[in-house]
């Protein structure tokens, strides 16, 4: 059974740092595309970064491009978002996820990935 488990939210002021860390079990690490994802209150979630894996292929959102960084540790099967110069509108609920990756193609969509944390909260004030 896939289980992921999420740390490291908090509250920052705007232009402050945080990092992110989901470790992973219950299955092969290396074979998965996982991702982060966010959702603020009132809205859909929507993906922030996502990685595959198995050669560090790495997707971000238009939003955090050259802000955020996705990394991973395999021998710990951990997944992290480092968020650098982070804004208000980054506040939200970050959650990681799994898939299975398929053949040619990272999942980027909420919809598309099947196992989830329980997410951590971001708060980033002005």
């Known amino acids: 059974q896939v289980q992921l488990v999420e740390s490291g939210g908090g509250s920052v002021q705007a232009g402050g740092s945080l990092r992110l860390s989901c470790a992973a079990s219950g299955y092969t690490y290396s074979s998965y595309c996982m991702g982060w994802f966010r959702q603020a209150p009132g809205s859909e979630r929507e993906g922030v970064a996502t990685i595959y894996t198995g050669d560090g292929s790495t997707y971000y959102a238009d939003p955090v491009k050259g802000r955020f960084a996705v990394s991973q540790d395999n021998a710990k099967n951990t997944l992290y978002l480092q968020m650098n110069s982070l804004k208000p509108e980054d506040t939200a609920t970050y959650y990681c996820?799994?898939?299975?990756?398929?053949?040619?193609?990272?999942?980027?969509?909420?919809?598309?990935?099947?196992?989830w944390g329980q997410g951590t909260q971001v708060t980033v004030s002005s």
């Open positions: 996820a799994a898939v299975r990756c398929p053949p040619f193609y990272m999942p980027t969509m909420a919809r598309e990935y099947k196992n």
